[in-house]
């Protein structure tokens, strides 16, 4: 608006330095022209003329000084166009970027329904193995009862045979003593499997956590997931940002690391040893963001948690979080 108001006050101007008379004027009428003229003397009007020429050569210079204030508020005007520009290509990045870990997210969610589901289908199998299972050792027993009473009545019958019988006989009981055996380590294998599905179906272990706010972390400082969206076992603590395992068992734990201003450098630990590393290097536009998955064996009371390891930095919370839970005992 400034340089507009500039542009019309310089054309107001230079259209009133050529409109304007020259400091005298010639009239004519029906009188004697020669009366009417000026007596002016030549000296006078070279004088007058070269006065003027002095007015028009100063405001021939003002226009140029002008000119070139016009020049200098465009150049400022463009260098700011220029820097809005780099702004908004920035943004443009960064929005992409945030687009695709959403789809990254998204995708994830996706894989963590379908192992779900997946495991409720194994759950499923299991429990028809163990039913099969359960009627195939009800018949066997049946028979093993028969076999054993029809022996036992040889072995009534029998009793004025040979030592050489008897050892014979003797065989055959150890045989069917062993068998005997054998299924009920059987059956005590497939209740242990039963028990372990049961309790995974009525106590589930499993937490979602996210950053309320952007965090200022040191080195080796614990990232603290305070916004808790699952804590199914109550094993999260969102005030510590710990893990602690309520049961022996394989768990699997996720996490997504997003940095404003560094390179992403964290670990997931389990008693103050990492074991899975989460790094990512720092965009050309600033920011980065990396991710990791694992699994661990784990005895009730352990605790894990996720670590910061690189240097002073603001840890995004729009995609960062850490998630995890029970597989089986």
């Not at 106590?203 to 040191?218: C, G, T, W």
Request: glycine share 4%.
């Amino acid at each position: 608006m400034n340089l507009l108001v500039k542009v019309f006050h310089f054309s107001t101007f230079l259209i009133y330095s050529i409109s304007e008379p020259l400091g005298y004027k010639v009239t004519t009428g029906s009188g004697n022209d020669s009366e009417n003229m000026p007596k002016v003397e030549q000296i006078d009007i070279d004088k007058e003329l070269q006065k003027e020429l002095n007015t028009l050569e100063s405001r021939l210079q003002f226009i140029e000084t002008t000119l070139i204030n016009f020049k200098k508020d465009y150049d400022v005007l463009n260098e700011s166009y220029n820097n809005m520009k780099t702004k908004f290509d920035q943004a443009t990045a960064r929005i992409s970027q945030l687009e695709n870990s959403t789809q990254e997210t998204r995708m994830e969610v996706a894989e963590q329904k379908l192992t779900y589901a997946n495991l409720q289908s194994v759950h499923s199998s299991l429990q028809k193995t163990v039913n099969d299972t359960n009627n195939r050792l009800n018949f066997k027993s049946a028979v093993l009862s028969t076999e054993i009473s029809n022996i036992t009545d040889e072995v009534v019958n029998m009793s004025n045979l040979t030592n050489r019988d008897f050892a014979s006989l003797r065989n055959k009981n150890l045989i069917l003593e062993n068998k005997f055996q054998e299924i009920t380590k059987n059956q005590l294998s497939i209740a242990s499997t039963l028990n372990q599905i049961k309790f995974l179906k009525h106590n589930p272990v499993v937490f979602v956590a996210k950053l309320s706010r952007d965090l200022m972390l040191s080195s080796r400082e614990i990232i603290t997931f305070d916004d808790v969206h699952l804590n199914e076992g109550l094993g999260f603590d969102p005030v510590r940002g710990v893990f602690t395992s309520t049961t022996n068992g394989i768990y699997t734990f996720s996490a997504i690391v997003e940095s404003t201003n560094r390179p992403v450098k964290a670990a997931i630990y389990r008693n103050n040893e990492p074991f899975a590393q989460i790094s990512g290097p720092l965009l050309n536009r600033g920011g980065a963001m990396a991710s990791s998955a694992t699994y661990v064996h784990l005895d009730e009371g352990d605790l894990v948690w996720i670590q910061w390891t690189g240097d002073n930095a603001m840890i995004g919370h729009l995609q960062s979080q850490f998630t995890g839970h029970l597989l089986n005992l």
